[in-house]
């Protein structure tokens, strides 16, 4: 059955209806005029059904009517009276026939129903092939299965447009609810869209901003350099450009406070017209945990040599300033006695100064409370995508679901997690892979940090939490950061392991406390 369903289905040559044609021609030419042997050029007009040429049918009837009339033409005295009506007749079957076979043909080919068509009229012509009036029916059935494609076409039509309506009403949804502000501009520069994360970063509703020059958007300074950006980009035949490729850009707040972002660019041509997609960045707040990572970099490395300087200060200061007091009292000689009250004031000096330095240095009680650390890795990781991305350095987030609150200081836990990122990237100078992972253990949560760097020596690990030790290059480090890290890490009733094998990188994984069911307690450990 499938093999006959795969003959039926395999088109013909048109050569076969036409020669079926010629035939019929010759056994016209040798049959009276009064039989209707033209009523046979039916069938090789509807071989034609068959054949992949789409003016096929129109070919054959055009063909069986010139043998028709040609034949009548040259045997026209023995021809009967009503020979002329059967073949008038026959000749207007024939071209309603093509007629319809065209336009099936068309309809077939325009909406992919083909298939469907064949089956239907091939069977109507079995049925009904025996006289004129089956064929008339077959050739009807098949212009109702033409209509019916063609509403099947038109429903076809209407839910691809609702399907392109839904993906219109998808895509304004995603633009919309972006963090990015997403701007897109015709080839004049002017706004033609404008989603909510844009009017919260300019000040503009969506309405005073559609129709606008992005010019009102960039400072003064900027703008003739910004235009032909713009339009160079717009030349160059580059479709797009990746988040920073700009580098900063200045934008205007609609109080007219400039602010500094990244952007992406995009373009695309509809209907000869160019239109340019940018998303901006706000990076204030990344440029003030920044500013605010470098500052706590400094108090902590001041912090230390503080510290350091009060114990190897303070004792030297302390026997100098006992041994002058000693001698006060026991020395008469009134030059000596106003040399040794000059020692004892700038002892006491530098005393109190070494002490204002520690007040202003020594980290402040932890201000613990329930804290997601997931918050705080995406938070401190955003300042680094920047650096990643000069660097090439690929960022893998290993961030368990489900992991519970940590009892915590948030801003120690971010200078944590902000000198371990960095000590890594100085170990990756050029490309790598940093890996950050955050999964729960029995009362405690683990936060890892790993890179692809050279590994530290075994030899020296066991020292990398000590004061002023660094493996770095001379000028390239302090070695305060990993000692800031242990001191906050300890005072959380913590724990900080380091894991390290040269040559493959190396990992440094925290274990930090629980918060407790009502998050006002730290959980057993």
Request: proline share 5%; with cysteine.
């Amino acid at each position: 059955m499938n093999d006959v369903s795969s003959a039926l289905s395999r088109p013909i040559p048109l050569t076969m209806p036409i020669l079926l044609t010629l035939g019929i021609f010759l056994a016209d030419g040798l049959a009276p005029s009064g039989i209707a042997v033209s009523v046979l050029y039916v069938i090789p007009l509807l071989l034609t059904f068959f054949s992949d040429r789409e003016r096929a049918p129109v070919v054959v009837c055009a063909a069986a009517t010139a043998l028709l009339w040609a034949d009548l033409a040259f045997n026209p005295a023995d021809a009967p009276p009503y020979a002329l009506v059967n073949r008038t007749l026959g000749t207007g079957v024939l071209w309603l026939i093509a007629w319809l076979l065209d336009r099936h043909k068309r309809a077939t080919s325009s909406l992919e129903t083909a298939e469907i068509g064949h089956h239907k009229v091939l069977e109507a012509m079995k049925a009904e092939r025996a006289d004129t009036q089956g064929l008339l029916t077959a050739a009807q059935e098949a212009r109702a299965y033409a209509e019916t494609a063609v509403m099947g076409a038109l429903a076809g039509r209407r839910q691809a447009e609702e399907r392109y309506l839904i993906t219109q009403l998808r895509l304004e949804g995603i633009i919309q609810a972006a963090m990015d502000a997403i701007l897109t501009v015709d080839d004049r520069q002017c706004i033609v869209m404008f989603n909510h994360a844009a009017e919260r970063m300019f000040g503009y509703s969506r309405a005073d901003a559609l129709g606008q020059p992005l010019d009102r958007f960039i400072p003064a300074r900027f703008r003739e350099a910004h235009r032909r950006h713009v339009e160079n980009f717009g030349g160059s035949g580059v479709t797009a450009r990746k988040m920073g490729a700009l580098g900063t850009v200045t934008g205007l707040k609609a109080g007219g406070e400039e602010f500094p972002v990244e952007a992406s660019i995009s373009q695309v041509a509809v209907e000869g017209k160019r239109f340019y997609t940018v998303i901006l960045r706000d990076l204030t707040e990344r440029r003030r945990m920044e500013e605010q990572l470098r500052r706590t970099e400094r108090i902590a490395e001041l912090g230390t040599v503080a510290s350091g300087m009060a114990h190897e200060i303070g004792t030297p200061m302390n026997v100098i300033l006992g041994r002058a007091e000693y001698l006060l009292d026991r020395v008469r000689e009134e030059p000596v006695r106003k040399g040794l009250q000059t020692i004892i004031v700038q002892v006491e000096r530098i005393t109190r100064v070494m002490n204002q330095l520690l007040a202003f240095t020594r980290r402040k009680p932890p201000m613990r409370g329930p804290l997601d650390l997931k918050t705080v890795v995406e938070n401190t990781v955003e300042m680094f995508h920047e650096r990643l991305a000069k660097t090439h350095t690929r960022l893998e987030l290993n961030l368990a679901p489900l992991c519970p609150a940590v009892w915590a200081d948030a801003d120690q836990i971010s200078q944590v997690l902000i000198n371990l990122i960095m000590n890594a990237l100085h170990a990756m100078p050029e490309q790598g892979t940093l890996r950050i992972g955050l999964e729960p253990r029995t009362g405690h949560v683990a936060l890892s940090v790993s890179d692809t760097g050279q590994g530290i020596p075994p030899e020296i690990v066991g020292r990398i939490f000590e004061p002023f030790f660094t493996t770095k290059e001379f000028g390239k480090g302090t070695g305060l950061g990993l000692t800031v890290v242990k001191g906050i890490v300890d005072e959380h009733q913590g724990s900080i392991a380091v894991q390290s094998e040269p040559g493959k990188g190396t990992t440094f994984t925290i274990l930090l406390p629980k918060a407790s069911e009502d998050g006002n307690a730290l959980s057993p450990a």
